[in-house]
């Protein structure tokens, strides 16, 4: 995106701005994604006493 803006003839500190944005936007996704997932493999694989529940694992059926 920032090439694109620069040869488009936007001034490289603001190409450089936007560019950065996107990445903490991407960074900020991938966390809240990874948080997302550790939370719910926690909260499925332990009981209301905070038990470690192996037995969950595996097929269901």
């Known amino acids: 995106m ?3 803006q620069i040869l488009a003839g ?3 500190v603001d190409a450089v ?3 950065l ?3 903490f936007l991407f960074a900020g996704g991938t966390g ?3 948080l997302a997932a550790v939370l719910g493999g926690a909260r499925l694989l332990t ?3 905070h038990r470690l529940r192996l ?3 595996g097929a269901q059926g």
């Open 21 to 23: 944005l996107i990445m």
């Open 32 to 34: 809240l994604g990874t």
């Open 2 to 4: 920032m090439t694109g």
């Open 55 to 57: 037995d969950r694992i």
């Open 47 to 49: 009981d209301n006493r």
């Open 10 to 12: 936007v001034e490289p």
């Open 17 to 19: 701005k936007y560019q």
